[in-house]
T-cell receptor, first 116, second 116 residues
């Protein structure tokens, strides 16, 4: 079974509007972390936001927020007031609690296009 | 501060040749990782190292080897390249390896490898 599922291969949004990128995960661990990364066309991977499984409040970083619904095992990224520079591939990733390190499992990504 | 550097930026390689992708970080991070990115598959972990002197296998280790002689360097070697190893390779690092807390992974710019 997929550990990280991103069901939206592509999304479109108008500039200045909000957009939600979906991410669901599968784990039996009680302690885990969820990450979102942005990959613009230039190719680099940029860390956006982190949510720990025990965090009671949704994480926020500027225009990015993470809508964490633990019972549903979802960790959707919300981008408010979209900008043209937000056009990129977005990856959801999970780190499960392991004794052997902080390895990440990534979803397949969502390509976001912001239209002017 | 450069963060993580990777070399080469891109490479075209004949099948059967040996190739080493270089990765260096200047953040004194304990843990380092190698991922490959293929269209539609997201990023998949090849090998990782929790600390200098130790390495471990990720999701897709076959055909690759790594070493971690010191904290800063984590080279990835393809002993005998095959066309299925055509991909974009990302090196990443994180401060800790215990799986606790944020322990964000930061990525290098990537190496685009084509095996003919």
């Amino acid at each position: 079974a997929q550990k990280i599922t991103q069901t939206q291969p592509g999304m479109f949004v108008q500039e200045k509007e909000a957009v939600t990128l979906d991410c669901t995960y599968d784990t039996s661990d009680q302690s885990y972390g969820l990450f979102w990364y942005k990959q613009p066309s230039s190719g680099e991977m940029i860390f956006l936001i982190y949510q720990g499984s025990y965090d009671e409040q949704n994480a926020t970083e500027g225009r990015y927020s993470l809508n964490f619904q633990k019972a549903r095992k979802s960790a959707n990224l919300v981008i408010s007031a979209s900008q043209l520079g937000d056009s990129a591939m977005y990856f959801c990733a999970m780190r499960e609690r392991e004794t052997s390190g902080s390895r990440l499992t990534f979803g397949e990504g969502t390509q976001l296009t912001v239209n002017p | 501060i450069a963060g993580i550097t990777q070399a080469p930026t891109s490479q075209i390689l004949a099948a059967g040749r040996r190739m080493t992708l270089r990765c260096t970080q200047d953040m004194r991070h304990n843990a380092m990782y190698w991922y490959r990115q293929d269209l539609g598959l997201g990023l998949r972990l090849i090998h990782y190292s929790n600390t200098a002197g130790t390495t471990g296998k990720g999701e897709v280790p076959d055909g690759y080897s790594v070493s971690r002689a010191n904290t800063d360097d984590f080279p990835l070697t393809l002993a005998s390249a095959v066309p299925s190893q055509t991909s974009v390779y990302f090196c990443a690092s994180s401060a800790h390896s215990g799986g606790a807390g944020t322990d964000t992974q930061y990525f290098g710019p990537g190496t685009r490898l084509t095996v003919l």
